[in-house]
């Protein structure tokens, strides 16, 4: 079975600065991974995957995230932040043989002006 | 992506009601939908797999006779909450699976609140 650890509850930034938001996972098998964003509200919205290839995906709103299978991690960044930004983030990972998604407790990102 | 919308929105019923929220997959045909529960400021708690044409799958600890789902065909699943309580009161939300990559697509979500 898969599990998800978002390393961090609440993210306060302000405006134009960098911002990362931690993920890690554990699972026996190769998986899928994923970057979900959440707006008050709101169902969630795809903000982008890791599948295979590359390790440095880049997404939606200047987003990237890095897979980095040593460390068992998927940590999500943005060079220059905006207040938009402000929302709920959840990390989540499915297994390569088609198994449920499992979703992190989330991060709230804060951005201040 | 697939488009997935909810209805309705929000809701507000009287404890002991029943209250049905639609999901329907818009320009998909969706074999699996997936009903997730969030609480305030918590994560996404899988309630049940709707399987169209079958009955759904629920996770441990869900109330099968609480949380009724109907997946009568490729594009619509339903949630029924009977005998509604003030603990029901949460945010429902619906998902399509679009790929075997166990990627998601998520509806807008419903608010119930129980009075």
């Known amino acids: 079975a898969q599990s998800v650890t978002q390393l961090d509850s609440q993210v306060p930034v302000f405006e134009e600065a960098p911002v990362e938001l931690r993920c890690n996972y554990s699972s026996s098998v190769s998986v899928y991974l994923f970057w979900y964003v959440q707006y008050p509200n709101q169902g969630l919205q795809l903000l982008l995957k890791?599948?295979?290839?590359?390790?440095l995906v880049k997404g939606i709103n200047g987003f990237e995230a890095e897979f980095n299978k040593s460390q068992t991690s998927f940590h999500l960044r943005k060079p220059s932040v905006h207040i938009s930004d402000t929302a709920e983030y959840f990390c989540?990972?499915?297994?390569?043989?088609?198994?449920?998604?499992?979703f992190g407790q989330g991060t709230e990102l804060s951005v201040k002006p | 992506g697939a488009v997935v919308s909810q209805h309705p929105s929000r809701v507000i019923c009287k404890s002991g009601t029943s209250v049905k929220i639609e999901c329907r997959s818009l320009?998909?045909?969706?074999?699996?939908m997936f009903w997730y529960r969030q609480f305030p400021k918590k994560s996404l708690m899988l309630m049940a797999t709707?399987?169209?044409?079958?009955?759904?799958?629920?996770e441990q600890g869900v109330e099968k006779d609480k949380f009724l789902i109907n997946h009568a065909s490729l594009t619509l699943s339903t949630l029924t909450v009977t005998s509604a309580h003030p603990e029901d009161s949460s945010f429902y939300i619906c998902?399509?699976?679009?790929?075997?990559?166990?990627?998601?697509?998520f509806g807008e979500g419903s608010r119930l609140t129980v009075l």
């Open positions: 989540a990972v499915s297994d390569v043989q088609g198994g449920k998604l499992i």
């Open positions: 998902s399509v699976q679009g790929d075997l990559t166990g990627e998601l697509f």
């Open positions: 320009d998909f045909q969706a074999t699996t």
């Open positions: 890791y599948l295979s290839g590359s390790t």
């Open positions: 709707s399987n169209e044409g079958s009955k759904a799958t629920y």
